[in-house]
């Protein structure tokens, strides 16, 4: 999350992209450790091996952002986001 912080400030925003990560980690912060356990009962798309795919993806997005499909973390993030309680918001 550093490096997002970083360049807001040499960019002056962030992109879709990082805004979704963003997003991801605070839902993922509230569901917790077994975040990736808590998606898989709750949808069963991430019961699957495209599914778990789709986790490892995100995952991997929030250590480098270069990484990662958007619409993957997008998918990602609003399931997390309902699981977490919180009202997800579609990116347009």
């Not at 960019?11 to 992209?17: C, F, N, P, V």
Request: aromatic residues 6%.
């Amino acid at each position: 999350m550093h490096q997002l912080q970083a360049r807001v400030s040499e960019h002056g925003g962030l992109s879709i992209k990082e805004r979704l990560l963003v997003r991801f980690v605070k839902s993922r912060n509230i569901v917790g450790k077994g975040w990736r356990g808590v998606l898989a009962q709750n949808d069963p798309f991430f019961n699957t091996k495209l599914g778990g795919d789709y986790l490892t993806s995100v995952a991997q997005a929030v250590s480098d952002s270069s990484r990662g499909n958007v619409d993957r973390i997008e998918r990602v993030t609003i399931a997390l986001e309902k699981v977490a309680g919180s009202t997800p918001v579609p990116v347009v």
